[in-house]
Structures are given as C-alpha cells and as structure tokens.
C-alpha cells in the first residue's frame, strides 16, 4: 500500500484558502486519492476523492499533478467549524479487491477567528 | 437515509474482560469494516467484512475478532481486554458493487475505556 506525507498541522484564519499537500511517491496505477476529515470523537467524513488532474465539490478542490506523485487539497474560504484532522489516503485498488483504508497522521487544521 | 450505527456509544471494562461492539451499515452496503483509533497509533485497520466473510486482516492479536452477519450488521469481539485496548473503535460501511471506487461511511465510534 502506498505510504502518504502530509503536514502535521496547519493554521490558518477564517475566510482564507487552505492547500493541504500530501505525498505518496508509490502510488499504483489503479489507485485513487482520497481526503477525509475527522473531527474529535467522531467517525471520518470523506471529502472528495480524485485520480487525476482536478475535482471540485461543493466543499473542496483536489489538484492532482500528471505524475500522481503529490496531491493538494484546496479549502475555500475556511471558518471556524473546518477546525480538524484531515487525511489523505491512497483508496485501495477495485481490482485487487482490498478494502483497508491505510490511515496516516494526518494535518491537524486550526482555524482561529 | 440513515447512517451507519454503532452500538454502544460509550463503554468501560474491567482488565481482563471481553466485550462485544455492534455496527449497522447504511442499508444497502455490504462490506463492513472496523478501525481502532488510538492517540500514539492513530487509525489502524482490524478487519473488514464482506458478504459474511472476513475478506480482509489488519495487524491485531486474535484476541480482537469479528463477524457479519445476513443482513450485513456487524459485530466486533475483544477477549482478555488489556489496558491498551482502550480506544475509539470505528466502524465504517461502503457499497460493494465491483464496478467502481466507492467512499466508506464511518459510525461515530465506540468509546472503550479498559480500566
């Protein structure tokens, strides 16, 4: 399973663009980047998930460069209630049939008024 | 539609105890899958469920097992609980058609405390 690099935290200010980058050099072929986001004492929320190039939701952006190597999470205009952990994943594979999502540390987002 | 369920809520055990957690998927999914979140080791991955059969192993003793029944529920047993047991255990519930990369939809977790 690829392994992914992410900050561990990051602070920002209400109403500012937030880019969460994450790495994961050993990305396979048929796997996707996924991004959740996990606040205290609750189960994670996806956020979006991508391939390649760019996906856009109603709550965020995914930027992903051709090589796969990298990805960036793009939160608009952040408020108070984005305060979390944020990770990102490597989505296992459909063809090889696993489902273990492989966590890592993730980046603890503050967002201060 | 509903979220996916977890049962109970809050927990506490008594070394040496066993203790059994319950997780209704949102209806329709079939695979179940269960995490345990710890401060120092953050997110693991014990098992996940499919179709009544466990398809997939995380790195844990075998005193953590599991099983899923007909109607996809599932339940989680930890036998001989020792103080590291202690955790937020998460279940998370995603449809498995084969066809396409699906999300997993976690519960709010079961707080188990091993005193």
């Known amino acids: 399973l690829a392994k992914t690099t992410q900050p561990i935290s990051m602070d920002s200010y209400e109403g500012q663009e937030v880019n969460i980058t994450c790495s994961h050099n050993?990305?396979?072929?048929?796997?996707?980047i996924t991004w959740y986001q996990q606040f205290p004492s609750q189960g994670p929320r996806f956020i979006i998930q991508?391939?390649?190039t760019k996906v856009t939701n109603e709550v965020a952006s995914l930027f992903i460069p051709a090589d796969r190597k990298s990805s960036t999470l793009s939160l608009p205009r952040v408020s108070l209630s984005d305060t979390a952990v944020y990770y990102c994943?490597?989505?296992?594979?459909?063809?090889?049939?696993?489902?273990?999502?492989?966590f890592g540390s993730g980046t603890r987002l503050q967002v201060q008024p | 539609k509903a979220g996916v369920t977890q049962t109970p809520r809050y927990l506490i055990k008594t070394r040496g105890q066993q203790v059994t957690l319950s997780c209704s998927p949102i209806?329709?999914?079939?695979?179940v899958s269960w995490y345990q979140q710890t401060p120092g080791q953050g997110l693991q991955f014990l098992f996940e469920?499919?179709?009544?059969?466990?398809?997939n192993k995380g790195n844990f003793p075998g005193r953590f097992s599991g099983r899923q029944f007909s109607n996809s529920r599932s339940e989680m047993n930890v036998s001989t609980l020792e103080l590291g047991d202690s955790a937020l255990y998460l279940c998370?519930?995603?449809?498995?058609?084969?066809?396409?990369?699906?999300?997993?939809?976690f519960g709010q977790g079961t707080r188990l405390t091993v005193v």
């Open positions: 994943l490597v989505a296992p594979s459909m063809d090889t049939g696993r489902r273990a999502l492989t």
């Open positions: 050993n990305i396979a072929t048929n796997d996707y």
């Open positions: 991508g391939y390649k």
């Open positions: 209806s329709g999914h079939r695979s």
């Open positions: 998370a519930s995603s449809w498995d058609g084969g066809l396409r990369h699906t999300e997993a939809f």
């Open positions: 469920y499919f179709s009544e059969t466990q398809r």
